[in-house]
């Protein structure tokens, strides 16, 4: 029982501290990017093998250790570098409805 208790001790403070982490790297990006002031991301990512998405335009330049930010009612995805504090790409989306474009 104790280490159970132990594992959710551990798994709590990983996700406490990814959540720090996710709130920094929300902050900087709109210290570089204007944001509404009350969207978060939808999707927070950290690229693991940015070999492997080399093959997608949008990731050409990421690195291992980038973050990838989804922000659903702006529709922007933002690649974000925290070892250098830029933004590498941003890609921004309007989704159309079929009652939008009249069918």
Known sequence: MSSF???QYHDARNQLSTTQQETKNVNQ???LLLLPG????????TVK???ALSQLVFYQHAENGDVVF????EHYL???RPSTNMIINI???A?????????
């Open 49 to 51: 093998n940015a070999k």
């Open 78 to 80: 933002i690649l974000y």
């Open 95 to 103: 989704v159309e409805s079929s009652s939008a474009s009249g069918k």
């Open 5 to 7: 208790l132990l594992w």
């Open 91 to 93: 890609s921004s989306q």
């Open 70 to 73: 989804y922000f659903a009612r």
């Open 29 to 31: 990006i709109r210290k």
């Open 38 to 45: 009350d969207e978060n991301p939808v999707t927070y990512a």
